[in-house]
Protein backbone atom coordinates (compact mmCIF):
# COMPACT_ATOMS: atom_id res chain seq x y z
CA UNK A 1 0.00 0.00 0.00
CA UNK A 2 1.30 3.63 -0.84
CA UNK A 3 2.86 5.07 2.22
CA UNK A 4 0.80 8.55 1.77
CA UNK A 5 -2.55 6.71 1.30
CA UNK A 6 -1.62 4.17 4.15
CA UNK A 7 -0.56 7.40 6.68
CA UNK A 8 -3.78 9.28 5.59
CA UNK A 9 -5.57 6.43 6.63
CA UNK A 10 -4.09 5.58 9.87
CA UNK A 11 -4.25 9.54 11.01
CA UNK A 12 -7.86 8.53 10.26
CA UNK A 13 -8.64 5.31 12.48
CA UNK A 14 -7.07 7.31 15.45
CA UNK A 15 -8.57 10.00 14.94
CA UNK A 16 -12.26 8.28 15.09
CA UNK A 17 -11.05 5.69 18.15
CA UNK A 18 -10.58 9.20 19.54
CA UNK A 19 -13.66 10.38 18.73
CA UNK A 20 -15.56 7.35 20.21
CA UNK A 21 -13.91 7.19 23.06
CA UNK A 22 -14.44 10.73 24.09
CA UNK A 23 -18.16 10.19 23.26
CA UNK A 24 -17.84 7.50 26.17
CA UNK A 25 -15.97 10.00 28.73
CA UNK A 26 -18.77 12.79 28.09
CA UNK A 27 -21.44 11.47 29.86
CA UNK A 28 -24.81 13.32 31.08
CA UNK A 29 -26.08 10.68 33.49
CA UNK A 30 -23.89 9.44 36.21
CA UNK A 31 -23.06 5.74 35.48
CA UNK A 32 -24.23 3.25 38.19
CA UNK A 33 -20.36 1.06 37.87
CA UNK A 34 -18.23 4.43 36.56
CA UNK A 35 -14.87 2.50 36.87
CA UNK A 36 -16.49 -0.31 34.58
CA UNK A 37 -17.12 2.02 31.97
CA UNK A 38 -13.68 3.61 32.35
CA UNK A 39 -12.13 0.22 32.20
CA UNK A 40 -13.97 -0.39 28.73
CA UNK A 41 -13.12 2.96 27.04
CA UNK A 42 -9.27 2.53 28.10
CA UNK A 43 -9.25 -1.01 27.02
CA UNK A 44 -11.13 0.20 23.98
CA UNK A 45 -8.10 2.78 23.55
CA UNK A 46 -5.25 0.16 23.98
CA UNK A 47 -6.76 -2.63 21.83
CA UNK A 48 -7.68 0.12 18.95
CA UNK A 49 -4.36 1.75 19.15
CA UNK A 50 -2.49 -1.71 18.97
CA UNK A 51 -4.33 -2.83 15.87
CA UNK A 52 -4.03 0.45 14.11
CA UNK A 53 -0.20 1.05 14.80
CA UNK A 54 1.35 -2.33 15.75
CA UNK A 55 3.82 -4.04 13.57
CA UNK A 56 3.68 -1.19 11.37
CA UNK A 57 5.90 -2.73 8.79
CA UNK A 58 3.65 -4.72 7.97
CA UNK A 59 0.16 -4.37 6.26
CA UNK A 60 -1.15 -7.66 8.07
CA UNK A 61 -2.40 -7.69 11.26
CA UNK A 62 -0.75 -9.94 13.90
CA UNK A 63 -2.40 -13.05 14.86
CA UNK A 64 -2.33 -12.31 18.32
CA UNK A 65 -3.72 -8.82 17.72
CA UNK A 66 -6.64 -9.73 15.68
CA UNK A 67 -7.71 -12.07 18.58
CA UNK A 68 -7.24 -9.44 21.05
CA UNK A 69 -9.16 -7.34 19.17
CA UNK A 70 -12.08 -10.25 18.79
CA UNK A 71 -11.71 -10.60 22.50
CA UNK A 72 -12.28 -7.11 23.19
CA UNK A 73 -15.26 -6.95 21.00
CA UNK A 74 -17.18 -9.08 23.45
CA UNK A 75 -16.01 -7.58 26.50
CA UNK A 76 -16.62 -4.01 25.73
CA UNK A 77 -20.86 -4.58 24.99
CA UNK A 78 -20.67 -6.29 28.31
CA UNK A 79 -18.83 -3.89 30.50
CA UNK A 80 -21.09 -0.56 29.22
CA UNK A 81 -23.91 -2.14 29.63
CA UNK A 82 -23.40 -3.16 33.10
CA UNK A 83 -22.24 0.23 33.98
CA UNK A 84 -25.36 1.93 33.39
CA UNK A 85 -28.59 1.93 34.46
CA UNK A 86 -31.24 -0.07 31.84
CA UNK A 87 -32.88 3.54 31.58
CA UNK A 88 -29.63 5.00 30.03
CA UNK A 89 -28.57 2.39 27.84
CA UNK A 90 -29.39 4.57 24.66
CA UNK A 91 -28.32 7.57 25.68
CA UNK A 92 -25.41 8.77 23.05
CA UNK A 93 -22.64 8.34 25.62
CA UNK A 94 -23.72 4.71 26.34
CA UNK A 95 -23.82 3.29 22.25
CA UNK A 96 -20.37 4.66 22.02
CA UNK A 97 -19.10 1.12 21.37
CA UNK A 98 -21.28 0.13 18.45
CA UNK A 99 -19.36 2.58 16.37
CA UNK A 100 -15.87 2.36 18.35
CA UNK A 101 -16.18 -1.52 17.29
CA UNK A 102 -17.52 -0.84 13.71
CA UNK A 103 -14.32 0.85 13.95
CA UNK A 104 -12.60 -1.89 15.01
CA UNK A 105 -13.73 -4.58 12.89
CA UNK A 106 -13.11 -2.27 9.56
CA UNK A 107 -9.41 -1.91 11.34
CA UNK A 108 -9.35 -5.72 11.21
CA UNK A 109 -10.45 -5.91 7.28
CA UNK A 110 -8.11 -3.39 6.05
CA UNK A 111 -5.32 -5.46 7.71
CA UNK A 112 -5.83 -8.48 6.26
CA UNK A 113 -7.88 -10.02 8.48
CA UNK A 114 -11.39 -10.30 7.38
CA UNK A 115 -12.50 -12.75 9.20
CA UNK A 116 -11.77 -11.53 12.54
CA UNK A 117 -13.36 -8.34 11.62
CA UNK A 118 -16.28 -9.77 10.59
CA UNK A 119 -16.29 -12.09 13.83
CA UNK A 120 -15.54 -8.29 15.36
CA UNK A 121 -18.99 -7.09 13.55
CA UNK A 122 -21.13 -10.22 14.35
CA UNK A 123 -20.41 -9.89 17.91
CA UNK A 124 -20.78 -5.98 17.85
CA UNK A 125 -24.57 -6.92 16.54
CA UNK A 126 -25.53 -9.80 18.71
CA UNK A 127 -24.98 -8.14 21.98
CA UNK A 128 -26.07 -5.08 20.68
CA UNK A 129 -29.43 -6.89 19.60
CA UNK A 130 -29.68 -8.46 23.36
CA UNK A 131 -29.12 -5.82 25.35
CA UNK A 132 -30.73 -2.53 23.24
CA UNK A 133 -32.88 -4.65 20.65
CA UNK A 134 -32.88 -5.33 17.16
CA UNK A 135 -34.03 -2.05 15.92
CA UNK A 136 -33.00 0.09 18.37
CA UNK A 137 -29.19 -1.04 17.54
CA UNK A 138 -29.71 -0.69 14.27
CA UNK A 139 -31.44 2.79 14.87
CA UNK A 140 -28.26 3.88 17.07
CA UNK A 141 -25.45 3.15 14.50
CA UNK A 142 -25.28 -0.44 14.40
CA UNK A 143 -26.39 0.00 10.43
CA UNK A 144 -23.40 2.73 9.67
CA UNK A 145 -21.37 0.09 11.48
CA UNK A 146 -22.28 -2.48 9.41
CA UNK A 147 -22.02 -0.24 6.20
CA UNK A 148 -18.45 0.69 7.16
CA UNK A 149 -17.25 -3.03 7.07
CA UNK A 150 -18.64 -3.81 3.99
CA UNK A 151 -16.88 -0.51 2.16
CA UNK A 152 -13.53 -1.67 4.20
CA UNK A 153 -13.73 -5.20 2.43
CA UNK A 154 -14.94 -3.80 -1.25
CA UNK A 155 -12.28 -0.98 -1.04
CA UNK A 156 -9.79 -3.96 0.48
CA UNK A 157 -10.66 -6.19 -2.52
CA UNK A 158 -10.46 -3.57 -5.33
CA UNK A 159 -7.37 -2.61 -4.29
CA UNK A 160 -5.39 -5.45 -3.83
CA UNK A 161 -6.74 -6.27 -7.47
CA UNK A 162 -5.32 -3.09 -8.42
CA UNK A 163 -1.97 -3.68 -6.87
CA UNK A 164 -2.25 -7.15 -8.99
CA UNK A 165 -2.85 -5.58 -12.34
CA UNK A 166 -0.38 -3.22 -11.33
CA UNK A 167 1.94 -5.67 -11.05
CA UNK A 168 1.07 -7.70 -14.10
CA UNK A 169 1.56 -4.68 -15.91
CA UNK A 170 4.81 -3.85 -15.03
CA UNK A 171 5.89 -7.64 -15.72
CA UNK A 172 4.42 -7.39 -18.97
CA UNK A 173 6.77 -4.05 -20.07
CA UNK A 174 9.73 -5.79 -18.28
CA UNK A 175 8.68 -8.46 -21.13
CA UNK A 176 8.09 -6.19 -23.35
CA UNK A 177 11.50 -4.39 -23.12
CA UNK A 178 13.42 -7.70 -22.85
CA UNK A 179 11.84 -8.78 -26.44
CA UNK A 180 12.44 -5.27 -27.56
CA UNK A 181 16.26 -5.35 -26.45
CA UNK A 182 16.60 -9.03 -28.07
CA UNK A 183 14.96 -8.40 -31.68
CA UNK A 184 17.57 -5.46 -31.27
CA UNK A 185 20.06 -7.78 -30.90
CA UNK A 186 19.12 -9.93 -33.31
CA UNK A 187 18.52 -7.18 -36.31
CA UNK A 188 22.39 -6.33 -35.41
CA UNK A 189 23.60 -9.99 -35.53
CA UNK A 190 21.81 -10.53 -38.53
CA UNK A 191 23.02 -7.24 -40.07
CA UNK A 192 26.95 -8.54 -38.97
CA UNK A 193 26.27 -11.92 -40.83
CA UNK A 194 25.03 -10.15 -44.20
CA UNK A 195 28.25 -8.19 -43.65
CA UNK A 196 29.60 -11.14 -43.49
CA UNK A 197 27.93 -13.13 -46.54
CA UNK A 198 28.55 -10.43 -48.83
CA UNK A 199 32.37 -10.17 -48.66
CA UNK A 200 32.46 -14.45 -48.43
CA UNK A 201 30.51 -14.06 -51.69
CA UNK A 202 31.22 -10.61 -53.26
CA UNK A 203 34.55 -11.61 -55.03
CA UNK A 204 33.86 -14.82 -55.85
CA UNK A 205 30.22 -13.48 -57.68
CA UNK A 206 32.43 -10.58 -59.38
CA UNK A 207 34.49 -13.30 -60.38
CA UNK A 208 31.77 -15.50 -61.89
CA UNK A 209 30.04 -12.39 -63.18
CA UNK A 210 33.52 -11.18 -64.72
CA UNK A 211 34.49 -14.68 -66.31
CA UNK A 212 30.45 -15.22 -67.67
CA UNK A 213 30.57 -18.73 -65.35
CA UNK A 214 34.22 -19.74 -66.91
CA UNK A 215 35.65 -20.75 -64.21
CA UNK A 216 38.66 -23.11 -63.68
CA UNK A 217 38.80 -25.50 -61.21
CA UNK A 218 40.43 -23.53 -58.41
CA UNK A 219 37.73 -21.10 -58.94
CA UNK A 220 35.05 -23.53 -58.80
CA UNK A 221 36.24 -25.11 -55.41
CA UNK A 222 36.10 -21.18 -54.41
CA UNK A 223 32.57 -20.87 -55.42
CA UNK A 224 31.25 -23.94 -53.86
CA UNK A 225 32.80 -23.25 -50.64
CA UNK A 226 31.66 -19.49 -50.85
CA UNK A 227 28.04 -21.22 -51.18
CA UNK A 228 29.11 -23.43 -48.26
CA UNK A 229 29.76 -20.58 -45.90
CA UNK A 230 26.87 -18.94 -47.30
CA UNK A 231 24.31 -21.78 -46.35
CA UNK A 232 26.46 -22.37 -42.95
CA UNK A 233 25.48 -18.80 -41.91
CA UNK A 234 21.80 -19.05 -42.50
CA UNK A 235 20.89 -22.79 -41.18
CA UNK A 236 23.64 -22.20 -38.12
CA UNK A 237 25.17 -19.03 -37.31
CA UNK A 238 24.99 -19.55 -33.60
CA UNK A 239 27.10 -22.42 -33.97
CA UNK A 240 29.87 -21.11 -35.57
CA UNK A 241 33.07 -18.89 -34.37
CA UNK A 242 35.87 -18.48 -36.42
CA UNK A 243 37.38 -21.48 -35.29
CA UNK A 244 34.53 -23.49 -36.38
CA UNK A 245 34.44 -21.72 -39.83
CA UNK A 246 37.88 -22.63 -41.05
CA UNK A 247 37.34 -26.45 -39.71
CA UNK A 248 34.35 -26.86 -41.87
CA UNK A 249 36.59 -25.07 -44.53
CA UNK A 250 39.09 -27.27 -44.19
CA UNK A 251 36.91 -30.36 -43.98
CA UNK A 252 35.33 -29.22 -47.41
CA UNK A 253 38.92 -28.88 -48.91
CA UNK A 254 39.37 -32.69 -47.95
CA UNK A 255 36.83 -33.30 -50.10
CA UNK A 256 34.22 -33.98 -47.04
CA UNK A 257 30.27 -32.78 -47.91
CA UNK A 258 29.40 -30.73 -44.49
CA UNK A 259 25.63 -29.75 -44.01
CA UNK A 260 25.04 -27.63 -40.37
CA UNK A 261 21.37 -27.69 -39.08
CA UNK A 262 20.95 -25.25 -36.25
CA UNK A 263 17.57 -25.80 -34.83
CA UNK A 264 17.78 -24.06 -31.31
CA UNK A 265 20.09 -26.20 -29.33
CA UNK A 266 21.83 -23.63 -27.63
CA UNK A 267 18.67 -21.18 -26.27
CA UNK A 268 19.08 -20.76 -22.84
CA UNK A 269 22.69 -22.11 -22.75
CA UNK A 270 25.31 -19.09 -21.16
CA UNK A 271 27.51 -17.18 -23.23
CA UNK A 272 30.50 -18.97 -21.58
CA UNK A 273 29.68 -22.40 -22.06
CA UNK A 274 28.31 -21.31 -25.96
CA UNK A 275 31.79 -20.72 -26.21
CA UNK A 276 33.19 -24.07 -24.98
CA UNK A 277 30.83 -26.10 -27.18
CA UNK A 278 32.07 -24.00 -30.58
CA UNK A 279 35.19 -24.86 -29.30
CA UNK A 280 34.49 -28.45 -28.98
CA UNK A 281 32.64 -28.26 -32.36
CA UNK A 282 36.35 -26.91 -33.72
CA UNK A 283 38.14 -30.00 -32.62
CA UNK A 284 35.86 -32.52 -33.40
CA UNK A 285 35.58 -31.36 -36.97
CA UNK A 286 39.14 -30.66 -37.28
CA UNK A 287 40.07 -34.18 -36.12
CA UNK A 288 36.90 -36.27 -38.39
CA UNK A 289 37.91 -38.17 -41.14
CA UNK A 290 34.94 -39.53 -42.73
CA UNK A 291 33.25 -38.57 -46.51
CA UNK A 292 30.42 -36.49 -44.98
CA UNK A 293 29.42 -34.43 -41.63
CA UNK A 294 26.63 -33.58 -40.31
CA UNK A 295 26.75 -31.00 -37.41
CA UNK A 296 22.94 -30.69 -35.66
CA UNK A 297 21.96 -28.75 -33.15
CA UNK A 298 18.59 -29.71 -31.62
CA UNK A 299 16.15 -28.81 -28.93
CA UNK A 300 17.87 -31.16 -26.25
CA UNK A 301 17.78 -31.22 -22.68
CA UNK A 302 21.12 -32.37 -22.57
CA UNK A 303 22.52 -32.49 -25.54
CA UNK A 304 23.58 -29.26 -27.72
CA UNK A 305 24.86 -30.46 -30.63
CA UNK A 306 25.23 -34.08 -32.40
CA UNK A 307 28.03 -34.16 -35.02
CA UNK A 308 27.66 -37.55 -37.16
CA UNK A 309 30.14 -38.63 -39.87
CA UNK A 310 29.19 -40.80 -42.48
CA UNK A 311 30.99 -42.79 -44.95
CA UNK A 312 30.52 -42.12 -48.64
CA UNK A 313 29.65 -39.30 -51.09
CA UNK A 314 26.66 -36.56 -51.72
CA UNK A 315 24.88 -39.24 -53.81
CA UNK A 316 25.18 -42.19 -51.40
CA UNK A 317 22.00 -43.07 -48.99
CA UNK A 318 20.69 -43.15 -46.02
CA UNK A 319 22.17 -46.04 -45.20
CA UNK A 320 25.87 -45.34 -45.28
CA UNK A 321 27.96 -46.64 -42.26
CA UNK A 322 27.95 -44.15 -39.38
CA UNK A 323 31.86 -43.42 -38.51
CA UNK A 324 31.64 -41.16 -36.27
CA UNK A 325 28.92 -39.94 -33.31
CA UNK A 326 29.88 -36.96 -31.08
CA UNK A 327 27.50 -35.77 -28.66
CA UNK A 328 28.06 -32.01 -27.08
CA UNK A 329 26.01 -31.85 -23.67
CA UNK A 330 24.43 -28.05 -23.03
CA UNK A 331 26.22 -28.25 -19.65
CA UNK A 332 29.89 -29.42 -18.54
CA UNK A 333 29.99 -32.96 -17.67
CA UNK A 334 26.18 -33.84 -19.16
CA UNK A 335 25.68 -36.69 -21.03
Not at 25 to 32: D, K
Not at 82 to 98: C, G, V
Not at 134 to 151: P, T, Y
Request: proline content about 3%; charged content about 20%; overall charge neutral.
Amino acid sequence: MNRTVRSVATSLAVGFAMYFAARGVWWIEQPTAPLMMVLAIGLYLVVINVAILGDSASLRMPMWTALLALVTSALIPVLVTLSLDPAHRTEPFATWYIGGLGLLAVVCVVRRRPVIGWLTLALLAATAAAYLGVVVALNLGLVGSIMWVVIAQLLVMFWDRAVRDTERLAEIQQAVSAWHATQLVRQRERRLRTQFALAVAGPVLSRVVASRGVLDEEERLEARLAEGRLRDELRGADLLNDAVRDAIEAARRRGVIVTVFDEGGLDGVGEERRVEIRDELAVTLTSAETGRLIIRSAKDPEVAVTVVGRAGSRASGDDDSVELWHEIPREPGGS
